[in-house]
């Protein structure tokens, strides 16, 4: 699956991933992938992938990672700041939008697929 997270600097998008990856059992220190733009994790079964998109650059350095190999249909993409790499990453599943606001946070979830309208179901059940 395919996560976009949106919004603006401290909207709360990486507060998000890693209280994720923590509640699927994860004990380490989950890290921000600001500078490497990519962090993995093996949590809870699965086979996560934290980008941070916001220092990403350009196609040429798209390649040169091997980001493209991790949407291999296996892993769980989380991706902040996908705009940044648009065209290059798959649709997300579920688009997750954070806004901030005086007092907190509003956060919006989005379906855009049917495996994102079945994970989306199943948070409802």
């Given at each position: 699956?395919v ?48 980008f ?17 190999d ?18 290059l ?31 989306l ?5």
């Open positions: 699956m996560f976009y997270l949106r919004g603006d600097l401290g909207a709360g998008k990486t507060t998000l991933v890693r209280a994720l990856i923590q509640a699927l059992g994860y004990t380490r220190r989950v890290k921000s992938p600001t500078y490497t733009l990519l962090e993995q994790y093996e949590a809870g079964g699965l086979h996560l992938r934290h941070d998109l916001y220092r990403f650059r350009d196609e040429e350095e798209w390649e040169a990672t091997g980001f493209r991790e949407f291999d249909g296996r892993n769980v993409c989380l991706v902040e700041w996908p705009e940044k790499a648009h065209g990453i798959p649709q997300a599943d579920v688009e997750i939008m954070f806004e901030i606001l005086p007092s907190g946070r509003n956060i919006m979830l989005r379906a855009n697929t049917k495996t994102g309208r079945e994970c179901n199943s948070l409802q059940s």
